[in-house]
């Protein structure tokens, strides 16, 4: 299994202080007790799941351990027909001694892949459920309180814009980005607790969603790119006290999404609505 040590030599995210002990120490229960929870739920039976991927076969370029990995997978996906396997198109990460990619893979055939060809003795593989607190780019924290300590209020149409990369699977797919924005507004405060404390281990012992949810009126969405969809949050009417627990709920929410892959806060984003904005289905082809 990957340690969250690993994980930070391959993507910079906010676990390299979320998971951090009083004691300065790396939380890996914390780690594993998430890992092992995605693993053992069966509600993931129904929807492709995305996880990393890394192959440690020696002296191969990271084409060639994509195309060692896709062959693992291939005969689990032989026999579920449900979706087919589905690779990033860049490799995350790239060294003499492995190669790391992003991929979505249906449940059951994560598992088999997990259990059947990365845990033998002799196995050159990891698969590794990518968790909510993986998905948050480093610095996603402090800028939701730099953001939060702003007291300009100069412009009545300034927004916080949020960046979500989308997962393989997705983005070769159209998303219903109302259901999708709603999924992520309209959870109760216990769920909204929950998913900002999977994304956050640390910070969101200060934090509340009691009261500060988004809703989606004070949302619009964007597409940046193919592969990146942009919410842009409106923030004249937030709190100053409460504006960082509503944008990183919101935050939360996002990365507890299997079809998002990644998340950052862009940094200076002050904006003013002049994107195309998308309010049904979103062609991410």
């Known amino acids: 299994r990957m340690l969250p040590s690993e994980f930070n030599t391959i993507l910079t995210t906010e676990i390299s202080t979320e998971l951090l002990t009083v004691d300065g120490r790396e939380d890996v229960n914390k780690w ?3 890992s092992l929870s995605h693993w053992g739920d069966p509600s993931y039976r129904g929807t492709p799941q995305l996880y990393l ?10 084409n060639m351990r994509r195309h060692i990995l896709e062959k693992k997978a291939a005969p689990y996906t032989r026999q579920n027909n449900e979706h087919k396997v589905a690779f990033g198109e ?9 190669s790391c990619f992003a991929a979505s893979l249906p449940f059951s055939v994560a598992k088999k892949v997990a259990k059947k060809e990365c845990r033998r003795e002799d196995s050159l593989c990891i698969i590794q459920p990518l968790l909510p607190m993986m998905k948050l780019i480093a610095g996603t924290v402090e800028a939701a309180q730099k953001d939060s300590s702003e007291t300009d209020g100069s412009s009545t149409d300034s927004v916080i814009k949020v960046n979500a990369q989308i997962s393989p699977y997705a983005t070769s797919r159209s998303i219903n980005v109302k259901k999708f924005l709603l999924s992520v507004t309209q959870r109760s405060d216990q769920e909204c607790q929950r998913e900002l404390e999977e994304a956050l281990p640390m910070s969101s012992s200060r934090l509340s969603c009691s009261g500060n949810q988004i809703s989606a009126s004070g949302v619009e969405v964007a597409q940046s790119s193919p592969s990146v969809i942009s919410f842009l949050i409106e923030t004249k009417d937030m709190k100053p006290d409460t504006k960082q627990a509503n944008i990183l709920s919101f935050i939360s929410g996002l990365a507890a999404r299997p079809v998002v892959q990644s998340i950052e806060i862009e940094d200076g984003s002050l904006y003013y609505y002049d994107y195309a904005y998308y309010t049904d289905e979103m062609d991410l082809s």
């Open 90 to 98: 860049t490799v995350l990460y790239n060294s003499d001694d492995k």
């Open 53 to 62: 991927m890394c192959e440690y076969t020696p002296k191969r370029s990271g």
């Open 32 to 34: 594993r007790e998430s």
